[in-house]
């Protein structure tokens, strides 16, 4: 192959077909208001794929591009590559403090346990012809645990990975509930009539 001077040339190193499927995938912190449109895509060629750019076509026609990061053989790994604009997602937090539901005194010491509770309510608007298959990302804090909460499944570094399908020109809500415990001391032991 030649390429001329001030000029540039794409040149694939492997021609294999991959298993993949076009879905979509939600994270607020990348983007509020819309998923991305994603390939869950599987490195069926046998071999480790090297990181780079990465074309996506449905036919003839052009969907979108992305960078590939390595991917070993066997490996598979959501790929955003466009904005999905038929599809929007509306977070509401609700948070609450709840009353103490256990207290001890010994030693001079009262022990509250108390425990507060974190509702993420996603509201998931769909205008496409077709159902959609999508994973909605949500940022979990650390030592808190998912209560009346369907399970993710799977969960990443730093965010549970939830999976649904919404109906065609549909509506759907996720509800996520983590619960934080909160210890409190007050010492008593030096309390009297006059304070």
Not at 29 to 49: C, F, H
Not at 101 to 111: C, D, E, F, P, Q
Not at 127 to 143: I, P, S, Y
Request: aromatic share 6%.
């Amino acid at each position: 192959m030649n390429v001329g001077r001030n000029q540039s040339a794409l040149v694939p190193i492997l021609h294999a077909a991959f298993s993949g499927k076009k879905v979509a995938i939600y994270n607020r912190e990348i983007r509020d208001k819309n998923p991305m449109s994603a390939i869950l895509l599987s490195n069926t060629t046998g071999v480790t794929l090297e990181a780079g750019p990465l074309t996506v076509l449905e036919g003839d026609r052009y969907l979108g591009e992305s960078m590939l990061a390595t991917m070993k053989a066997g490996e598979t790994r959501l790929v955003p590559f466009s904005v999905e604009l038929g599809c929007t997602v509306v977070v509401d937090h609700k948070s609450d403090l709840r009353a103490v539901h256990h207290a001890r005194i010994a030693n001079g010491v009262l022990r509250l346990a108390r425990y507060n509770v974190r509702r993420t309510i996603y509201a998931i608007h769909s205008k496409l012809d077709a159902e959609l298959d999508l994973f909605l990302e949500h940022r979990f804090l650390r030592g808190w645990e998912l209560v009346d909460t369907t399970k993710p499944v799977e969960s990443t570094d730093s965010a549970y990975r939830f999976r649904m399908t919404v109906p065609p020109r549909g509506r759907l809500e996720l509800v996520v509930s983590e619960r934080g415990d909160h210890q409190e001391e007050l010492s008593i032991a030096d309390v009297n009539r006059d304070k």
